[in-house]
């Protein structure tokens, strides 16, 4: 069965380029995933088809209303038999990172509400999501572009979305390890050079040169992922005398 998503924002045509590009375009033609655009004005009982309102308290700014907001997420939780998860974009979420991708990618139906203004009326957050997500530590003036990312990290680990699942598996994010450098052709430009054992034909020595690439890179940039990387390998190898994780210590 496909995978439904449901996205509840102000501004559905700023999805239509990514939902009619590359993987997820493709995904949806395949039938692995089934997306719903969703104009949480549509919800709106008066006449001036208002969302926002001032915040109780004073202060600058305006705040997302409880009402259309429910009313959008029970109008679409209606519209299929499976409840879907209700999730919020939002910086005060759970950091989108590839295990949480995964954890998403596991459900029969998402439905993601993308908020405008300061925020949501904090009662949307208390009893209507079942989770916030983030993606980082900034502050965006829409979670439009949040759900988008949430949506093509997703759609891309859906069976049947891409054409080549081994490049998924191999995929550094997915081994807490960051991605050990590419190059194609041509083997010279403007006199660089492309290291001569990737072109040396022997893939023992390839696999191994890129396996330490990937871990010295790591290590250098991102010691937060190399610690995690360090802790899940669980039986240091004999070669790992200097106890500082897989590799010798550049
Ligand atoms: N937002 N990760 C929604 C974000 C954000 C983020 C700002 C979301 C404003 C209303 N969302 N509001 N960072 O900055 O998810």
Redesign the pocket.
């Known amino acids: 069965m496909a995978m439904r998503i449901d996205i509840l924002t102000l501004f559905p045509e700023m999805f239509d380029p990514v939902l009619s590009t590359s993987i997820v375009g493709r995904a949806a033609q395949a039938g692995a995933v089934e997306i719903h655009l969703t104009n949480i004005r549509d919800f709106t009982r008066d006449n001036y088809r208002k969302v926002d309102d001032a915040p109780f308290g004073g202060g600058p700014g305006m705040v ?1 209303m409880c009402q259309p907001v429910f009313d959008a997420v029970e109008g679409v939780q209606a519209q299929a038999p499976e409840r879907g998860t209700v999730v919020l ?3 005060q ?1 759970r950091r989108l990172d590839q295990p949480l991708v995964e954890e998403l990618a596991e459900l029969e139906r998402l439905i993601l509400v ?7 009326d904090d009662r949307i957050r208390q009893s209507l999501a079942d989770m916030e ?11 439009e572009i ?1 759900a988008m990312a949430v949506v093509e990290a997703v759609v891309r680990l859906l069976p049947g979305a891409v054409g080549e699942p081994d490049s998924i598996k191999e995929e550094s994010f997915s081994m807490g390890l960051l991605e050990y450098p590419q190059y194609t052709r041509p083997r010279e430009f403007r006199g660089m050079e492309v290291p001569d054992v990737l072109v040396s034909g022997d893939h023992g020595r390839i696999d191994a040169w890129r396996i330490e690439q990937a871990q010295q890179r790591t290590r250098s940039r991102r010691p937060d992922l190399w610690q995690e990387y360090v802790k899940n390998s669980q039986s240091p190898r004999p070669e790992d005398a200097d106890g500082d994780g897989p590799g010798e210590t550049p």
């Open positions: 997302m974009l939002s910086p979420g993308a908020g405008r203004y300061e925020g949501f997500v983030s993606l980082g530590d900034f502050v965006l003036s829409g979670g949040p």
